[in-house]
């Protein structure tokens, strides 16, 4: 509550200061502070929507979150579907003035990949180029990637099997080119205001932790003509009610989340700002295969079979979610959506069964804790979780922390069960398979499957998108047999977003919502 109160005092402040000349800046609320505005180094969500104003890559994305040419102006796919090769666009500056050319990307993409960068699980995606994953591993050096920079508006890449998704992929600002000079100018301070260089529509103004990040227009941004915006504020706001409290006072233009109880008063208040939508994302708890308890598949069976989703979505969430068991979305395999029985009685004799024929029972009973990210949301489904673990006779720990403190205990295992958000970038199922591939950065859970990894091997080999879909669908089948991962709600994207906004876009299902394609009409008000 301090820190909240302290977030409120200073959002007040701050949007008292700025509101007069604020006819072209667009101010968002946040869940939280971003870790870093390094790209490469960025774990939390905060920072990524940052960095994703301040970055272009090679490919970009659009207002729908879909990829459209970036700092490439074209590029060719070899036919083996191995090799791409993107042209740079000429003229390429950074926002200091120096030009860009594709020494940069190449330099960037074999940092990214480098493992004394501690970079984040989004480096997993190195592994879909050639030598990634051994590079990743430290077994072969970093000029081994396989990617190359044959001349200045050149950049090539060579994947280690065909990945139709990769224009997506290297839209995103992990895979944009990093400011060499910069970087090895300020070490880890480059990125401070008044130090950081970068490519994308804006540049770093002001960062002040606990309070804002501010960026303005970059003028040598290669489209900046069209950036209609001056500046982008981010301001971190841990809770909800005082999210919510700011919006309604004219303070925030967007807010990515308010209290779930205030849905029906904003379906009949605030319609016109409420923003519901699908999302390529699912709430998930997730195991730590490390531990004894979690390696055997009955406990993990158990502990699902024991939850009723529909109370979570109906009765806490409350927001249109989706219950499931899968962790994967039909909509992405191309089926209708399956049902989450509502039948209890035998779930629960089922799972009572299962922990009975793990060993635990009454005399000893499976006790497990389960770690999740401060937010009151988290608490009421945490707490409503125990409730029905607790009917089957399992004790439950909840412990809550930061959201960077959890992170840093779901990156290190210094967990048992994590709760956590997973979003696909990428409207394809390997989006989120790859957070279950063994030996991924991405995979936190030390979760290995040799017929897992089979499927999607074969997935990769696939001559035919039919077979390709087969492939994943087996693959699906797998983890869900194996219970690998306990899926809880397909999320809904909840936002609050202020008439003056224009150009946001509802159907983009990303977790991204580039300023670059906004703008503002007049000034600031009250809804």
Known sequence: MRRASISLVACVALGAA????????????HPGEPDSLDPQIAVAAPALVVDNDLFEGLMTLDARGKPILGAAERYEISKD???????LRPGLVWSDGKPITSADFLYSFRRLADPATAATGLSAWIDLIANGRAVLRGEKPVLDLGVAAPSPRVFEVTLAAPTPYFQTIVAFPVFAPMPRHVIEQY?????????????????????????LVRAKRNPNFRDAAKVALDAVEYRPVADLNTALRLFQAGELDAITNFPPEKLEWLKTNMPKELRLAPSLGSTVYVFNHRNSKFRDPRVRRALSLAIDRNVITDKIVRSGDRPTDSL???ALFGRAPKAVTTGRGAALVESRRLLAAAGYGPAHPLEVELLYHTSEEHKNVAVAVAAMWQSVGVKTRLRNAERQVVEVATRNGEFEIVRAAWFSPYEDPMGF????RANSVANASGYANEDFEAALNRARDARSDDARLRELSQAESIIEGDQAVLPLYELVSRRLVARRV???????????????WMSVTGAPSTP
Do not use: K, Y
């Open 328 to 330: 994967v979305p039909a």
């Open 433 to 436: 398979f790859g957070f279950l």
């Open 81 to 87: 579907g191995l090799t791409w090769r993107f042209f």
């Open 502 to 516: 224009q150009g946001w876009r509802d159907d983009n299902r990303t977790a991204l919502r580039p300023a670059r």
């Open 187 to 211: 070490g880890r301070q480059w990125t401070r205001p008044g130090n950081m260089v970068s490519n994308g529509p804006f540049v770093l103004e002001d960062w002040r932790p606990g309070q």
């Open 18 to 29: 700025t509101i007069a000349g604020a006819a072209g800046v667009i101010r968002t609320g």
